[in-house]
């Protein structure tokens, strides 16, 4: 056994186990030298350089506008700026005194929406219409609400429908609101 160890630890010695060779480079460098300056001057105090003597500010100078001699015949009057023109807020509209229906020759009752008949749902609604100066149906807004808004809606549709004789003041046909109410009423209920 001895033996067979010393062969191994002698064949191990001369058989090194060696890296590979690993590339090799050549590095040049050259030094490059600076120019040489003068050494830094050390810093003094600058001596206070005597002080400038300002220029005199100029003369103030008076600026005189001569005034033309106006013979009596030349004097014009003042041109007279042109009027502003009048602001003019647009003309309220009249109240009518009655409903609204009064005055439309041209209108329909409100369709009775099958949902809200099937669900129980009547009520009143009042509507704020404003007519315009042919008559036509130029705003309408709800009031008062039924509380429905199909019963709402239908009677804001119905009312959008209406021609009404136009409202005339002092010869002129103007804008007017009424107020009118719808009611919707469940009959054998």
């Excluded at 120019?35 to 050390?42: E, G, L, Q, V």
């Excluded at 005189?64 to 042109?82: G, I, L, N």
């Excluded at 149906?137 to 809606?153: H, M, N, Q, T």
Aim: glycine share 4%; with cysteine.
């Amino acid at each position: 056994m001895l033996a067979l160890h010393g062969a191994l630890l002698l064949a191990l010695w001369n058989h090194r186990i060696s890296a590979e060779p690993v590339e090799s480079f050549i590095m040049v460098s050259s030094l490059i030298e600076q120019p040489r300056t003068a050494p830094p001057k050390p810093m003094l105090p600058e001596s206070p350089k005597p002080p400038q003597k300002a220029d005199p500010p100029p003369a103030p100078r008076q600026i005189v506008a001569e005034t033309p001699v106006v013979q009596p015949d030349d004097v014009a009057a003042p041109p007279t700026p042109p009027p502003e023109p009048a602001i003019q807020s647009p003309p309220q509209p009249v109240q009518l005194a009655s409903e609204l229906y009064v005055n439309c020759p041209t209108r329909s009752a409100p369709d009775y929406p099958p949902i809200s008949r099937r669900m129980n749902e009547h009520g009143r609604v009042v509507l704020r219409v404003e007519l315009d100066e042919d008559g036509h149906v130029a705003e309408a807004a709800i009031k008062e609400s039924s509380g429905y808004p199909r019963l709402d809606a239908a009677a804001l549709q119905t009312v959008s429908t209406w021609r009404c004789n136009p409202l005339v003041r002092d010869g002129a046909p103007v804008r007017a609101v009424a107020i009118q109410p719808f009611n919707f009423i469940l009959e054998g209920g």
